[in-house]
């Protein structure tokens, strides 16, 4: 009986250390507090947001450079170069 005792204490000794452990990570730290969890959204939210934008406008650049350079399509080549012209217009 002694010894399924201690092996007990031993299994709650070994659990009560991985708690300790798992408490102390970052994440848990992180969300323990409100206002840190609640500034790091922002942040993150930020810079989502500035990616996205950057990404995309990079992306219909391309996209408009590209079309440009077809000028046998007369539509979309035409459009394309207004707006390359504008784009280099802003610069």
Do not use: C, Y
């Amino acid at each position: 009986m002694a010894d399924g005792h201690s092996d007990l204490k031993d299994s709650i000794d070994r659990l009560s250390k991985e708690v300790a452990l798992m408490n102390s990570h970052s994440f848990v730290r992180l969300h323990d507090k409100p206002l840190k969890m609640l500034m790091f959204q922002f942040f993150r939210g930020l810079a989502f947001g500035l990616g996205s934008v950057v990404g995309a406008t990079m992306l219909v650049s391309l996209l408009a450079w590209w079309l440009s350079q077809f000028e046998f399509l007369p539509i979309v080549g035409e459009w394309a170069r207004q707006i390359a012209d504008e784009i280099g217009q802003s610069r």
